[in-house]
C-alpha cells in the first residue's frame, strides 16, 4: 500500500477531510464548471478519488440515468459511498490505490477527479494521465479539479490561510505539482483543448479532450 493509501486508510484522517470538504472557498465555483463540460451525450464516467461520491452526486442530480464508476482506497469514504448509492444500480464504487495502475473497468465517455489526484507521486500523476486517455473514447473529456503547487512560498501560506488552514495544519499527504507542468503533459499525450478552464489560488481545474 502506498504511503498516501495508508494516509487515507486512516478513519481519523478521512472524516476530518469529509468535515471540511463542503466549506472549501469556491470550490462549488469549480465543480459547476466541470460538470458544464461533461457533455450531454456522456453515458459513462469514472470518478477517481470519489470520496463519499461529492462529483457524482452532483453530476446526478440532473442526469440520474448516467452510469458512473467510482474509485477510492480509504474504508471510510468507500462506505460513505456505498451507503449513499445503495440503491443506484448505476453506479459501481470498487476500491483502489491509484498509485497503482488502473483496474480493467472498460472505456469511460468522461473522467473526472477531485483534489485526489494530488496525492500520488509525480511520476504517477503522469502515468495516470496516460491511461485515462487510453481509456477515453473519441471526444471524451478529462476533468481534474486539482491542488496545484503556487509558484511562491508567499502564495503557498496565502492560500492555507484562506482556507482557514496553517503550513504546520496542511495535508502532509499532498505532493503539489505546478499547474504548466501537468497541461503540459496532458498536451504531450495527446489531450487537445487542454487549458486550466477555472481557478483559484492553488485550485484548479485542468481539462483535456480526446480528439
Known amino acids: 500500500m502506498s504511503q498516501s493509501a ?15 470538504a463542503d466549506n472549501l472557498p469556491h470550490r462549488a465555483e469549480g ?9 450531454k451525450e456522456a453515458n459513462r464516467i469514472l470518478d477517481l478519488g470519489t470520496g463519499d461520491g461529492r462529483l457524482i452526486k452532483l453530476i446526478k442530480t440532473n442526469r440520474p ?16 459511498a456505498r451507503d449513499h448509492f445503495a440503491n443506484d444500480s448505476k453506479v459501481k464504487v470498487i476500491e483502489h490505490d491509484l498509485s497503482l495502475p488502473l483496474p480493467d473497468l472498460g472505456y469511460f465517455d468522461a473522467i ?24 477515453l473514447n473519441p471526444t471524451g473529456v478529462f476533468c481534474n479539479l486539482e491542488h496545484v503547487a ?3 512560498v508567499e502564495l503557498h501560506v496565502r492560500f492555507l490561510n ?20 501537468q497541461l503540459g503533459w496532458l498536451r504531450d499525450i495527446a489531450f487537445v483543448d487542454v487549458d486550466c478552464y477555472w481557478k483559484w489560488l492553488e485550485m484548479a481545474l485542468l481539462i483535456g479532450y480526446k480528439a
Open 31 to 39: 465543480e459547476a464548471v466541470l460538470i458544464d463540460h461533461i457533455s
Open 65 to 80: 440515468d448516467i452510469e458512473a464508476v467510482a474509485l477510492d482506497i480509504s474504508p471510510t469514504m468507500l462506505k460513505a
Open 150 to 152: 503556487s509558484p511562491s
Open 112 to 135: 473526472v477527479s477531485s483534489f485526489a489526484i494530488q496525492h500520488l507521486k509525480h511520476e504517477r500523476k503522469r502515468s495516470l494521465y496516460e491511461e485515462i486517455y487510453d481509456i
Open 6 to 20: 495508508k494516509e487515507w486508510s486512516n478513519a481519523q484522517n478521512a472524516l476530518a477531510y469529509l468535515n471540511v
Open 162 to 181: 484562506a482556507i482557514g488552514y496553517t503550513p504546520k495544519k496542511e495535508d502532509k499527504a499532498n505532493r503539489l505539482l505546478p499547474m504548466e507542468t
